[in-house]
T-cell receptor, first 116, second 112 residues
């Protein structure tokens, strides 16, 4: 069965500093990988996705992620964090369902705090 | 337009009430989902609809009853809920296959 591990429950960075959020996955085939962000009491917003091809993917809000098959990782990065980036970040792996649709398996999330 | 809308934003109901949550999307997606999210936890999949047919029921108690009247609408009917059912209920939609899901803002449900 597929699984996702986000080893860091909480991360605090200073505004303007760089950021890296870790994600490790377990999946038998080539995975579909996603990063979502959630502000308090809100829905999830898709930051970026990886299906195939270039292992460095660019997303919205200046985020990028790198797929490393050898390490089963899909870490999220941002060169300079803004105070508005404070939120919960979820890594997810997806698989298609026989009956239609697809199933996302989420990591436990990383809470990002930004110090001004 | 990548918007999924959900109504109401907040709902408070007693354990004997019957209420419904509504979700709507106009992106032409043919798969729709219900998730339950407790505080400080990731979303948990409840139901998947594909082409208006129930595809997945993740062993959800029968007090939750989903309905997909057409390809744009998804409802979740609630009856005789328990206080532990209080959570954020998220709706999502996607194209067919292993693609990304787009989430609505959620309905914050409190069962008293």
């Amino acid at each position: 069965a597929q699984s996702v591990t986000q080893p860091d429950i909480h991360i605090t960075v200073s505004e303007g500093a760089s950021l890296e959020l870790r994600c490790n996955y377990s999946y038998g085939a080539t995975p579909y990988l996603f990063w979502y962000v959630q502000s308090p009491g809100q829905g999830l917003q898709l930051l970026l996705k990886y299906f195939s091809g270039d292992t460095l993917v660019q997303g919205i809000k200046g985020f990028e992620a790198e797929f490393k098959r050898s390490q089963s990782s899909f870490n999220l990065r941002k060169p300079s964090v803004h105070w508005s980036d404070a939120a919960e970040y979820f890594c997810a792996v997806g698989e298609g369902l026989t009956g239609g649709g697809n199933k996302l398996t989420f990591g436990t999330g990383t809470q990002l705090k930004v110090e001004l | 337009d990548t918007e999924v809308t959900q109504t109401p934003k907040h709902l408070v109901m007693g354990m004997t009430n019957k209420k419904s949550l509504k979700c709507e999307q106009h992106m032409g997606h043919r798969a729709m989902y219900w998730y339950k999210q407790k505080a400080k936890k990731p979303p948990e999949l409840m139901f998947v609809y594909s082409y208006e047919k129930l595809s997945i029921n993740e062993s959800v108690p029968s007090r939750f009853s989903p309905e997909c009247p057409n390809s744009s609408l998804l409802n979740l009917h609630l009856h005789a809920l328990q206080p532990e059912d209080s959570a954020l209920y998220l709706c999502a939609s996607s194209q067919e296959g292993g693609t990304e899901q787009y989430f609505g803002p959620g309905t914050r449900l409190t069962v008293t």
